[in-house]
């Protein structure tokens, strides 16, 4: 199956445009969109969500994933495979946290012609080709290279800010929750956030942080929303106390 | 088929996820979205909802539904039959309107385990693997209970109040529009709304009511929004004047 | 395949309910949105949008569009096939731009009959089972008309206003840009934006135009939203100066 990670939003053209193109070049592969609202133009936040809700897809999965401040400019495209699973997008840091965490992880280059495509719209005319001869079994296009230049050793392993905020209000964060302690304490500036389970252990109107089913540690307020109560945007910092 | 019904929203990563475990455990099965903005949180405005919009769909259709305040408490799962299209979900009252229409109703009930899943996402862990085996026509885990403690008496048979609010502001109420006299005037607070046939019977900027293409009494402004202009939201109390 | 083109947005039961009967009728054709968010109740706008989008698609595709303000009065309904695709929908001026810039355009008109659908619901009950039929190759229903009496010689044959705002706040105007001269300027009020090719060619903060990947003149701001800096809308117009 091929899963989209986009900041496209479902609103609007793209989606389908890039649904249509995987069909024809790869009938009959069912594709999903994981998300179309990932961090816009935010790659580093980016990566530590595709991280987290990558590895529940089987092997063989392929995303085509976009969040791209720099379409039209420069950058190179990358593929990536890590632990059975492909990716397809910008070479921006998107893939370096998940290449970074998987036990075998391989990188290619595609450089990107100027002729052939669009200049606005690599998802449809760049990456979803690719992602969908991925789909069907062909090897990756473009050169290998040493997957160490992929990493972004600048980047931290867990990253303490929020990368994500739903319906609802909850604000995940880029900080796996099996790395925190059992009693660790957030901080969102002076309020303290305990652990609970789910939400159902808390009052109503509480505030608390838990681990989602993904593993982040998430943020939220029961029946209530975190983002209002505590003034909570994507990107913002999130204290860790131990 | 596979209808998911839920207030997950369509942003964020959940329809996306739950598509790829039905893909997984179901190959092949189409699975549609009818709603991902039901009622947030409010099984019972969903229940009128949710039995207004499925009798459309074919006998073996299988309704995922999920909307669900209490997830990470100790509410059980329900498996229901009624006129054969099947109902997975929380057992909170979500299909107890569609259970009392339906000439025939069974119901199964199933413990949701502690362990082999995450405490926050049952649509993914709990609700989806059971919702695939019952479109490749497995029969329902759990044990088979009698129908009647699943109807919710205490509940009317219409409910007079706003249960979704569209992208046009048209307010769909819990009202039938069959169990209405032809000549049935609504009351929001001190306005009147007649019955038309359709919008274009009344005059641009006059709201009335009419019967939805799914049969409930919804309220309307010919060319503008029901909502702004009536001041409704979603759980509003609507009056029935005959 | 057949892509959805609709004002109905994606929330809601609209596009699940018409997705599911496509299903039912025409087994297995891949179906996409290609916009959900259609210039609400505007065909005249929308007809520029849906000419520029449609043709990356292959012969055989069959689009079904729905921006209709008339629904319930009686208009007729229009199948079209213009250089080997299909549009099915309302007969309100929707497929008059795409016809005219086809190099061959054939018409169909259908009546819809007052009794076996809805009044409200056209998309599920005229147009889906028309295009579900498309789709398997049936021919259109109907009588075929002079196809000249479709192409309101009265609209330009583009039009100088915003037609699509995206998330990004990108407006996309009903200009092609290869009908522009390559230095050509667009005006919002007394603001002049000069043309660049992409994003990268000028400094964040300025507002510029260029051609998008369908071809189309869209405005925008380099890290910023062109909708909220020009105050654009859809609809708006536009100014071209050479």
Redo the contacts between chains.
Sequence with gaps: ?I?LFTD??????????M??VL??EAPGV?V??????AP??EPRLAAYLLAA?AP???AGSVFMAVVD?????DRAAAVVEADGRWYVGPENGLFAILARRARVAKWWQIEVGEEAV????HG??VFAPVAARLAKGVPPPGAERAVEALLRPEWPDDLDRVV?I???GNAMTGLRAAGLDADATLAVGEQRLPRA?????VPPGTAFW?E???GLAEIAVN?GRADWSLGLATGDSIGVLR
Excluded: C, I, K, W
């Design positions: 199956m899963l496209f939003g479902l609103d609007g053209p793209y989606v389908g445009q649904q249509a069909q024809r069912p999903f969109n994981l998300f179309a609202d816009a133009h809700y529940e897809f089987p401040p720099g379409v039209g400019g669009s200049a606005s719209f449809r005319d994500y739903d319906r609802f389970r789910t939400f159902a252990e838990y989602n089913a993904n029946r």
